[in-house]
């Protein structure tokens, strides 16, 4: 139990040490091009899983599934249930989800993205109580998934995906 409370510590000290990025304001170096040959796209951080989709056809609106589960090194040290929160930068979209398990695997579509190679910017956010290292606290949980979609077999991009958790001490 020490080991990893030690362990939770430490991933909670990084993540304060990380820069904060605010939901309006996401922005990346990379971006996940969704193409004809690449419409699925994964990534695992410690914070969480994420995963989205997109079935491509030139000169369309298409949707985007996503989903996000926490890990469970953060639900290990979560005391409540949470309060979820997605929106988007470029389109008029948002999901809110209060009061849920910390175990919820959240799923949610983005409507309306064009595949014209269009730089979007998918964000969420979600707050719950911790015990951290025998000591009380909010968690503020945050995603962004910065991503374009183009509809050619120019292949899958790396990066894309981006988590932090800050803890404040109540």
């Not at 304001?25 to 990379?30: E, I, M, P, V």
């Amino acid at each position: 139990m020490r080991k990893l409370s030690r362990k939770l510590i430490a991933i909670a000290s990084s993540a304060l040490a990380a820069m904060t990025l605010l939901a309006g304001t996401a922005s990346a170096d990379h971006y996940h091009t969704f193409t004809q040959s690449a419409e699925y796209f994964e990534a695992t951080d410690s914070n969480g899983h994420f995963t989205a989709q997109a079935n491509m056809r030139a000169g369309y609106v298409v949707p985007m599934p996503w989903s996000f589960r926490i890990s469970g090194a953060v639900q290990a040290i979560a005391t409540s249930n949470m309060n979820c929160t997605a929106g988007h930068n470029q389109l008029s979209y948002s999901d809110s989800h209060p009061n849920i398990p910390v175990d919820y695997h959240w799923h949610s579509t983005v409507q309306g993205n064009l595949v014209k190679n269009i730089k979007y910017d998918l964000w969420g956010n979600c707050t719950f109580k911790v015990q951290v290292g025998g000591r009380p606290g909010t968690a503020n949980l945050n995603f962004q998934f910065h991503y374009s979609m183009f509809c050619g077999p120019c292949g899958r991009s790396d990066g894309g995906f981006h988590s932090e958790l800050k803890i404040v001490q109540d």
